[in-house]
């Protein structure tokens, strides 16, 4: 059985970081290896929370799998709480990665235009130092500028992009696409969650495919608001077709189709953005790829 090691946080609350990935990846039939960036109480979205910060325990667990001998197949990283957590996740690569490891970046500084408390600028530096190491990056519109121009530039650009026509727009995104792969030398960016309204004012999601220079779009209805976890359930189907060798075009449409069912479920009975969506029983979709 292939192995992914994900580097993440843990909620308890909030269905998002491991306990977003570890079901999904291994209801595609990879083992999900999770080695924890931080525990929370619940996601940092509710009102109040309790962290305890993993960063100098996260080397203690690499000494140990390494005694065991442990070459993953894959590695997913997702929520950073700074600039160290980089450098150990740069130390793992080291230890554990031979050419034929596939590294999925999902770049967590900001989203809408607006970055994230955890964001410096020491931080962007160090995750495009990262990215470099990535076989495809799952990035939001925000964090797909941020890697390339920084808060100030993603600032301007976003306030652009904002006043454009749904063709225009698109053909920018492609295009940051393209600048993202041909600057970190990645073989795929998929950049997640832009939303577009057409001609008939509804909105949709598009989640952008950039794979062996070919561009892509899935679209899928926009229900209800922003959940917690979307992001990093998306970036879990993912990773683990990654490293099947499943193209990134396939995974995508596949898990816009799990997501969207458990937004509609979440949006029918009323569940709190916070919680996160209802997606168990949507699992059995991921089997089919």
């Known amino acids: 059985m292939k192995k992914i090691a994900v580097i993440h946080d843990l909620s308890g609350l909030g269905k998002c970081s491991l306990t977003a990935a570890i079901p999904v990846i291994s209801v595609m039939g990879v083992q999900a290896c999770p080695l924890p960036t931080a525990i929370l109480s619940n996601q940092?979205?509710?009102?109040?929370?309790f962290w305890d910060d993993y960063t100098d325990r996260m080397e203690l667990i690499m000494d140990e799998w390494k005694k065991t001998g442990f070459t993953p197949d894959g590695v997913y990283t997702g929520f950073l709480g700074d600039a160290r957590q980089v450098d150990l996740i740069l130390k793992f690569v080291d230890m554990f990665c031979t050419e034929g490891t596939h590294i999925l970046v999902d770049p967590v500084m900001g989203d809408r235009g607006e970055t994230y408390k955890t964001y410096s600028e020491t931080l962007c530096e160090k995750m495009r130092t990262l990215v470099r190491e990535a076989t495809v990056i799952t990035p939001?519109?925000?964090?797909?500028?941020?890697?390339?121009?920084?808060?100030?530039?993603?600032?301007?650009?976003?306030?652009?992009?904002?006043?454009?026509?749904?063709?225009q727009l698109l053909k920018k995104i492609e295009k940051s696409g393209r600048d993202l792969t041909l600057r970190f030398g990645l073989e795929s960016v998929v950049i997640t969650g832009v939303e577009v309204s057409g001609s008939d004012g509804r909105a949709r999601m598009g989640n952008l495919v950039l794979?062996?220079?070919k561009a892509?779009?899935?679209?899928?209805?926009?229900?209800?608001?922003?959940?917690?976890?979307?992001?990093?359930?998306?970036?879990?189907?993912?990773?683990?077709?990654?490293?099947?060798?499943?193209?990134?075009?396939?995974?995508?449409?596949?898990?816009?189709?799990?997501?969207?069912?458990?937004?509609?479920?979440?949006?029918?009975?009323?569940?709190d953005r916070n919680d996160g969506v209802c997606f168990e029983k949507y699992l059995g979709i991921l089997t089919q790829i």
């Open 44 to 49: 940092t979205g509710y009102g109040s929370y």
């Open 216 to 271: 892509d779009w899935c679209f899928s209805v926009k229900e209800g608001g922003s959940y917690s976890g979307t992001g990093d359930l998306l970036a879990s189907v993912l990773s683990a077709g990654m490293v099947r060798g499943i193209p990134m075009k396939a995974c995508v449409e596949r898990a816009v189709e799990f997501l969207s069912g458990a937004i509609h479920d979440a949006v029918e009975e009323g569940t």
């Open 140 to 167: 939001n519109l925000t964090e797909a500028l941020l890697l390339l121009y920084g808060e100030s530039g993603m600032k301007e650009r976003m306030k652009a992009l904002s006043d454009m026509e749904e063709t």
């Open 211 to 213: 794979e062996k220079e």
